[in-house]
């Protein structure tokens, strides 16, 4: 909506003051998503101890792994925080970050 038809004629424009929501909602707006391979490091790691591992050392959050099926080693298969899953190397990484070079 058009912050004219939200507020009156006059009326000064809104702030952040008081909407925290609000606030971290922009700054995620500077995030992106990208993906990278996990690599032979990552191979054998536990999704959690990588997610744990991501954001305290780079600050990027992985919300997502593209890896092979075991049933057919040429397909994908997507999942959102993997819970139960160890890291292959050749396992692919959803990743938000701020850039590329951070991911």
């Not at 929501?21 to 996990?38: D, F, H, N, P, S």
């Not at 490091?41 to 959690?48: A, C, S």
């Not at 997507?78 to 951070?102: C, F, G, M, W, Y």
């Amino acid at each position: 909506l058009k912050a004219s038809a939200t507020r009156p004629d006059g009326a000064p424009p809104p702030t952040l003051a008081g909407r925290e929501w609000l606030a971290e909602y922009a700054r995620g707006c500077g995030q992106e998503m990208y993906t990278i391979t996990a690599g032979k490091r990552m191979g054998g790691v536990p999704w959690l101890d990588a997610v744990g591992a991501a954001w305290n050392k780079y600050h990027v959050l992985l919300i997502g792994v593209n890896a092979v099926t075991w049933q057919n080693a040429s397909r994908r298969r997507l999942s959102l925080n993997p819970t139960q899953h160890v890291l292959r190397s050749e396992d692919k990484l959803l990743v938000i970050a701020a850039d590329r070079s951070a991911a």
